[in-house]
C-alpha cells in the first residue's frame, strides 16, 4: 500500500512540475522539462519493478514454508519385524517402541553327598517368573541427537532383592540416555546407560545363546561398572573398513558410577561411592559373505568401591550358579576389604555360515586396604560356547556392537507351512574365586595363608536348543551340569564342601 502511494504522489509532483515549467518558458523550457518527464517515468517504472520483484519474493518465501511444514506434518510409519516406527519426511526425527518380555520356569535337581556344605535341608527353589519385561522408546531428533529410553517392569523376586535389598529401591529405569552422533563414525552418550564392555554382554538380552549369560561375565560387568542402568558417560568410535575392506573396528571407553533406583541418602546405599572407568577395543579382523572373525581386549579400573556404614570400603565378588531363580549364591569371595581393582579380559568370536563359536577370558586383582594392607587377592574366570543352527540360517554380525544377533528364519512358524530355525548349543564356563586357599589334607600347610580367600570354583556345562519361531519370538531349553568345589576347615582338617546339581530351565521370549 505504501509502495502504490508512493507512486502516485511522484506521478502528482510531475504533473505539477510539468504545469509549472509550461507558463514559465519556451522551446528551451519544454526541452528541459520533457528530459525530467523522461527521468520521472523511468524512476517511476523502477519503483515498480522493484515492488513487484519483492512481491514475488514474498509469495515464493511463503510458498517454500508452507512446503517446509507439510514435510514435517508428514510422518510416515514403517513397520520392521513388527516394530512400529515414526519418522518424519526429511527423516530428522523419529521414535521407535520397543518392548521385550522374557518368562523363565526354572528347575534345580539338587545331588546331596557328603560334601554338601547344606546338608539334605537345603532345598533349591523352582519356580516360574518373568525375568525382564522391558517398554520403551528410542529414536533421534535434529538429525544428529539420539535419545532411548528403557523401563523395567519385571525382573524376578531374587534378581530384585538382591539388587536393591539395602535399601528396597526399584530399579525401574533400565536405561534412560541421549546421544550425539554429529561427528562421522563417533558417539557420546550420557545418562543411565549400558556400556560396550565384553562380548556377551555387548549381547542384546533378546539374542543371547543361553538363558543366563556365564558367570565370569556377570561379575566383570557388575563390579567393573559395565551393567545397565548406570550413571555415566560413554565414547564409543566405530568404523568400517578402518584399516582394508571388511574390517570393523570399535573403541569405547565409559567412566561410571553407581546404578539406577539406590538409595544414595544411607550410609548403606549400594554402590554410593564406586565409581570405575572401562573400555573395550574389538576388530572384526576377517570376513566374507558367509564369515565374520573378531578378537578384542577389555580393561577397567575401580577407583572406589561402596562403604559401608562404617566407612570402610569394601567389595564382594560372587554369583549364581548362572541361573536366578532360586536365591543361593554358591561361588562368593566374602566381604574383601578394598580400595581399588584393575582387570583385564581377551574376547572372541566367529561364524562360518551357521556355525558360531565364542570364548572369553578375564582377570582382575582387588588391592587391599585396612586389614588386608599388602594383601591383593587375584580371580579369574572363562568360558568358551558354540552353536549350529541346523535350519541352515546364519547368526547376523552387528557391526555397531561388535556382537552376534540371532538367526532370522528363512521358514517362519505357522500351521502347515513352516518350522522356524532350531540351534544347538553348548558352553562350558569356569569362575574361580579362590586365592590361597590351601589343599586338602590336616597338615597346617593345608590351611589358607593370611588373607587367603576361599570363594570356591564353580563349573557349569550346559546344553541348549532354541527355537527361532519367527524375527519376535523364540523358545529356549537349557540343561546344565554344575560343579562347586571349596574348600573348608572342619577341626583340623581342610576338606572339600562342594555341591553338585543339575538344573533345567525354559524360556519363552518376545521382543519388538
Same mark, same amino acid.
Given at each position: 500500500?505504501?509502495?502504490?502511494?508512493?507512486?502516485?504522489?511522484?506521478?502528482?509532483?510531475?504533473?505539477?512540475?510539468?504545469?509549472?515549467?509550461?507558463?514559465?518558458?519556451?522551446?528551451?523550457?519544454?526541452?528541459?522539462?520533457?528530459?525530467?518527464?523522461?527521468?520521472?517515468?523511468?524512476?517511476l517504472?523502477?519503483?515498480?519493478?522493484?515492488?513487484?520483484?519483492?512481491?514475488?519474493?514474498?509469495?515464493?518465501?511463503? #510458498?517454500?514454508?508452507?512446503?517446509?511444514?507439510?514435510?514435517?506434518?508428514?510422518?510416515?510409519?514403517?513397520?520392521?519385524?513388527?516394530?512400529?516406527?515414526?519418522?518424519?519426511?526429511?527423516?530428522?526425527?523419529?521414535?521407535?517402541? @520397543?518392548?521385550?518380555?522374557?518368562?523363565?520356569?526354572?528347575?534345580?535337581?539338587?545331588?546331596?553327598?557328603?560334601?554338601?556344605?547344606?546338608?539334605?535341608? =537345603?532345598?533349591?527353589?523352582?519356580?516360574?517368573?518373568?525375568?525382564?519385561?522391558?517398554?520403551?522408546?528410542?529414536?533421534?531428533?535434529?538429525?544428529?541427537?539420539?535419545?532411548?529410553?528403557?523401563?523395567?517392569?519385571?525382573?524376578d523376586?531374587?534378581?530384585?532383592?538382591?539388587?536393591?535389598a539395602?535399601?528396597?529401591g526399584?530399579?525401574? $529405569?533400565?536405561?534412560?540416555? #541421549?546421544?550425539?552422533?554429529? $561427528?562421522?563414525?563417533? @558417539?557420546?552418550?550420557?545418562?543411565? /546407560?549400558?556400556?560396550?564392555?565384553?562380548?556377551e554382554?555387548?549381547?542384546?538380552s533378546?539374542?543371547?545363546?543361553?538363558?543366563?549369560?556365564?558367570?565370569?561375565d #556377570?561379575?566383570?560387568?557388575?563390579?567393573?561398572?559395565?551393567d545397565?542402568?548406570?550413571?555415566? /558417560?560413554?565414547?564409543?568410535?566405530?568404523?568400517?573398513?578402518?584399516?582394508?575392506?571388511?574390517?570393523?573396528?570399535?573403541?569405547?571407553s565409559?567412566?561410571?558410577?553407581?546404578?539406577?533406583?539406590?538409595?544414595?541418602?544411607?550410609?548403606?546405599?549400594r554402590?554410593?561411592?564406586?565409581?570405575?572407568?572401562?573400555?573395550?577395543?574389538?576388530?572384526?579382523?576377517?570376513?566374507?559373505?558367509?564369515?565374520?572373525?573378531?578378537?578384542?581386549?577389555?580393561a577397567?579400573?575401580?577407583?572406589k568401591?561402596?562403604?559401608?556404614?562404617?566407612?570402610?570400603e569394601?567389595?564382594?565378588?560372587?554369583?549364581?550358579?548362572?541361573?536366578?531363580?532360586?536365591?543361593?549364591?554358591?561361588?562368593?569371595?566374602?566381604?574383601? =576389604?578394598?580400595?581399588?581393582?584393575?582387570?583385564?579380559?581377551?574376547?572372541?568370536?566367529?561364524?562360518?555360515?551357521?556355525?558360531?563359536?565364542?570364548?572369553?577370558?578375564?582377570?582382575w586383582t582387588?588391592?587391599?586396604?585396612?586389614?588386608?594392607?599388602?594383601h591383593?587377592?587375584?580371580?579369574?574366570?572363562?568360558?568358551?560356547?558354540?552353536?549350529?543352527? $541346523?535350519?541352515?540360517e546364519?547368526?547376523?554380525?552387528?557391526?555397531?556392537?561388535?556382537?552376534?544377533?540371532?538367526?532370522?528364519?528363512? =521358514?517362519?512358524?505357522?500351521?502347515?507351512?513352516?518350522?522356524?530355525?532350531?540351534?544347538?548349543?553348548a558352553?562350558?564356563?569356569?569362575?574361580?574365586?579362590?586365592?590361597?586357599?590351601?589343599c586338602?589334607?590336616?597338615?597346617?600347610?593345608?590351611?589358607?595363608?593370611?588373607?587367603? /580367600?576361599?570363594?570356591?570354583?564353580q563349573?557349569?556345562?550346559?546344553?541348549?536348543?532354541?527355537?527361532?519361531?519367527?524375527?519376535?519370538?523364540?523358545?529356549?531349553?537349557?540343561?546344565?551340569?554344575?560343579?562347586?568345589?571349596?574348600?573348608?576347615?572342619?577341626?583340623?582338617?581342610?576338606?572339600?564342601?562342594?555341591?553338585?546339581?543339575? $538344573?533345567?530351565?525354559?524360556?519363552?521370549?518376545f521382543?519388538?
Amino acid at each position: 500500500m505504501r509502495k502504490k502511494i508512493l507512486l502516485a504522489s511522484t506521478a502528482v509532483v510531475a504533473v505539477f512540475a510539468f504545469a509549472v515549467t509550461a507558463q514559465a518558458g519556451g522551446r528551451t523550457a519544454k526541452d528541459s522539462r520533457d528530459a525530467e518527464i523522461q527521468e520521472l517515468k523511468a524512476r517511476l517504472d523502477r519503483l515498480e519493478q522493484q515492488s513487484a520483484d519483492e512481491q514475488r519474493a514474498n509469495q515464493d518465501a511463503a #510458498v517454500q514454508e508452507q512446503s517446509r511444514l507439510l514435510k514435517l506434518e508428514k510422518t510416515p510409519v514403517t513397520i520392521a519385524s513388527g516394530r512400529p516406527c515414526f519418522n518424519t519426511a526429511d527423516n530428522s526425527f523419529s521414535a521407535c517402541l @520397543r518392548a521385550r518380555v522374557h518368562f523363565d520356569d526354572i528347575n534345580y535337581f539338587q545331588k546331596v553327598g557328603d560334601h554338601d556344605p547344606f546338608g539334605s535341608t =537345603h532345598d533349591w527353589g523352582n519356580g516360574a517368573s518373568f525375568r525382564r519385561v522391558y517398554f520403551g522408546l528410542e529414536g533421534k531428533f535434529f538429525t544428529d541427537f539420539e535419545y532411548e529410553l528403557r523401563i523395567q517392569l519385571g525382573g524376578d523376586g531374587v534378581e530384585n532383592a538382591n539388587a536393591n535389598a539395602t535399601t528396597g529401591g526399584n530399579r525401574l $529405569i533400565n536405561i534412560a540416555r #541421549v546421544a550425539y552422533r554429529g $561427528i562421522p563414525n563417533f @558417539r557420546v552418550n550420557v545418562g543411565a /546407560i549400558e556400556p560396550l564392555f565384553t562380548l556377551e554382554d555387548s549381547t542384546s538380552s533378546a539374542d543371547l545363546l543361553f538363558l543366563e549369560r556365564a558367570s565370569v561375565d #556377570v561379575v566383570t560387568i557388575g563390579n567393573f561398572g559395565g551393567d545397565d542402568a548406570r550413571h555415566g /558417560i560413554e565414547a564409543t568410535f566405530q568404523k568400517a573398513n578402518t584399516f582394508y575392506q571388511g574390517d570393523n573396528v570399535i573403541l569405547t571407553s565409559a567412566f561410571t558410577g553407581g546404578r539406577t533406583g539406590i538409595d544414595h541418602g544411607t550410609a548403606g546405599g549400594r554402590n554410593d561411592e564406586q565409581t570405575q572407568i572401562l573400555g573395550r577395543l574389538v576388530d572384526r579382523f576377517y570376513s566374507d559373505p558367509d564369515t565374520n572373525v573378531q578378537v578384542g581386549v577389555d580393561a577397567a579400573h575401580d577407583f572406589k568401591f561402596q562403604q559401608a556404614g562404617t566407612g570402610t570400603e569394601s567389595v564382594n565378588y560372587n554369583d549364581f550358579p548362572e541361573y536366578r531363580m532360586d536365591s543361593t549364591k554358591l561361588a562368593s569371595t566374602g566381604t574383601i =576389604h578394598a580400595d581399588t581393582a584393575n582387570l583385564w579380559g581377551v574376547e572372541g568370536g566367529a561364524n562360518w555360515k551357521n556355525f558360531f563359536v565364542s570364548g572369553e577370558y578375564y582377570n582382575w586383582t582387588a588391592h587391599g586396604s585396612d586389614g588386608n594392607v599388602g594383601h591383593n587377592p587375584n580371580f579369574h574366570g572363562w568360558y568358551v560356547s558354540g552353536s549350529w543352527v $541346523i535350519t541352515g540360517e546364519a547368526k547376523g554380525y552387528d557391526a555397531g556392537h561388535g556382537s552376534w544377533g540371532s538367526p532370522k528364519p528363512d =521358514h517362519p512358524f505357522s500351521w502347515g507351512g513352516g518350522w522356524g530355525a532350531w540351534e544347538v548349543a553348548a558352553r562350558y564356563s569356569d569362575l574361580d574365586l579362590n586365592w590361597h586357599d590351601g589343599c586338602v589334607g590336616a597338615s597346617p600347610a593345608c590351611d589358607a595363608l593370611p588373607g587367603g /580367600i576361599r570363594g570356591g570354583e564353580q563349573q557349569i556345562a550346559t546344553l541348549g536348543v532354541n527355537w527361532y519361531l519367527n524375527n519376535n519370538l523364540k523358545m529356549q531349553f537349557d540343561y546344565s551340569h554344575v560343579d562347586f568345589d571349596v574348600l573348608a576347615k572342619v577341626g583340623l582338617v581342610n576338606d572339600q564342601a562342594g555341591q553338585t546339581l543339575n $538344573i533345567f530351565g525354559t524360556r519363552v521370549a518376545f521382543a519388538l
